[in-house]
């Protein structure tokens, strides 16, 4: 069975600080997409990223960066010099293919004090 | 704007009642989800349709039941049966099933007096 870990229940760092979010995914499938998602307090989800288990590149995209590796099974989401516009709750989720299910983390609720 | 619309955004209802939230597409895509958030539990899926007039359950689809009639539209309606139905509660689609991106609307929160 699948599963994701966002061990992190609630973070809080103050502004300008770089924050990283842990996600840990458990799947025996050598084909799986990992996902990043984004919950503003006005409640919509926002797709951040997504990464498909053939391609442990790092990614860079402005101020967030994220890091595969299946070696120890982590997706981990880092932002560096935090705004107080990043306080969210971040989800991390995994999908094996496109007719699956999406499992989703419990959500980091990270605070980013001014 | 094209994306997600649910309504409505809050909602009281007595016990033993049923009640319908709405959510319709306007980004012309196949795929529809229901999800069910509570607080520190994550999304938890209720049911999804991969096209219309066909749906499947999902992880907790007791006590729910829904309708794909148009591509645009994937109402869930909260029956009697579901026990402990106070949640907040979340639309999305996506055009590459599951492996492609989400997009939510912003959400419907239910409360039962």
């Known amino acids: 069975a699948q599963k994701v870990t966002q061990a992190q229940t609630e973070i809080s760092v103050v502004e300008k600080e770089d924050v990283t979010l842990d996600c840990v995914y458990e799947t025996r499938d050598t084909t799986y997409y990992l996902f990043w998602y984004k919950q503003p307090p006005s409640g919509e989800l926002v797709f951040l990223i997504r990464?498909?288990?053939?391609?442990?590149q790092n990614e860079i995209s402005g101020r967030y960066s994220w890091n595969f590796q299946k070696s120890t099974s982590s997706f981990n989401f880092t932002i560096t010099a935090s705004q107080v516009v990043d306080s969210a709750v971040y989800f991390c989720a995994l999908t094996l293919n496109r007719d699956d299910k999406i499992i989703f983390g419990k959500g980091t609720r990270l605070h980013i004090l001014p | 704007d094209g994306g997600i619309t649910q309504s409505p955004k809050y909602l009281f209802r007595k016990e033993g009642q049923n009640v319908t939230l709405s959510c319709e597409q306007n980004l012309n895509h196949d795929a529809m989800y229901w999800y069910r958030q509570d607080p520190g539990q994550g999304l938890r899926l209720i049911y999804y349709?991969?096209?219309?007039?066909?749906?499947q359950k999902g992880d907790i689809a007791e006590g729910y039941s829904v309708s794909r009639e148009k591509k645009e539209s994937f109402p869930l309606t909260v029956t009697s049966a579901q026990k402990n139905p106070t949640a907040f509660y979340l639309c999305a689609s996506s055009i590459g099933g599951t492996v492609g991106e989400l997009f939510f609307g912003e959400g419907s929160r239910l409360t039962v007096l």
């Open positions: 990464r498909n288990s053939f391609d442990e």
């Open positions: 349709s991969q096209i219309v007039n066909d749906f």
